[in-house]
């Protein structure tokens, strides 16, 4: 039976087309889902593609948190499906408090649109269960508020745990350890600031993010 990945758009979203195109060139099926309904239908998979939700006018995601389609993704979430937030995604996750920390200003105050290489940390996680750990992985970034900061009791939370499923090897943003991705404390939700669905084919310079988007239609 084929994989239906359920990719959320609010206004202001930009990166569905690009979340869609990934999945359906991996054997998927991708549907989009409107912020303003709750009942994300039958979906198997959930992804928060990236974009300005809602123009980011507040702060990034904590406008979003708010849409209807929030309490279905937190809903589905709780039963076990896997939901895997990327950049603004990772964002309106945070605010939603479907994930730890928050996501600030970069070091330096500059938007990065860059490559960036990530190691992976941890393949207990929907999103790098068919990575093995210490792979390094050249996947980009697009963002200005992409560093991850969180409490000293969360941040060894998260050690203890084996939640810091990626981190960049050059830290471009000044994230706390370095952090691109974390989990919650079942697995099944994840974020990262950079963009898999845009390493998805040869043309694009990299085809590394199929690894981890093949994870995600895989649990």
Request: with cysteine.
């Amino acid at each position: 039976m084929t994989t239906t990945v359920g990719v959320v758009v609010f206004p202001g979203t930009n990166c569905e087309a690009d979340a869609l195109e990934a999945v359906t060139s991996l054997g998927a099926q991708g549907r989009l889902l409107w912020h303003g309904e709750a009942d994300l239908g039958d979906v198997d998979a959930v992804i928060v593609p990236g974009g300005f939700a809602h123009g980011d006018y507040l702060r990034p995601g904590a406008i979003a948190r708010f849409s209807p389609v929030m309490d279905g993704v937190a809903k589905f979430a709780a039963k076990g499906g896997p939901v895997v937030g990327i950049c603004n995604g990772f964002q309106v996750l945070t605010e939603a408090g479907l994930l730890p920390g928050a996501l600030q200003k970069n070091k330096g105050l500059k938007f990065l649109c860059q490559p960036s290489v990530l190691r992976v940390e941890s393949a207990n996680s929907v999103l790098t269960s068919q990575a093995q750990v210490g792979d390094e992985l050249s996947i980009p970034i697009n963002h200005f508020e992409g560093n991850y900061t969180c409490s000293e009791q969360t941040l060894k939370q998260l050690q203890d745990e084996d939640r810091i499923v990626l981190t960049y090897v050059d830290n471009p943003n000044g994230s706390l350890g370095n952090i691109a991705g974390v989990c919650n404390e079942t697995r099944n939700v994840v974020g990262l600031m950079p963009h898999p669905e845009r390493a998805c084919h040869e043309l694009l310079g990299s085809m590394d993010g199929a690894v981890l988007l093949r994870s995600l239609l895989a649990s």
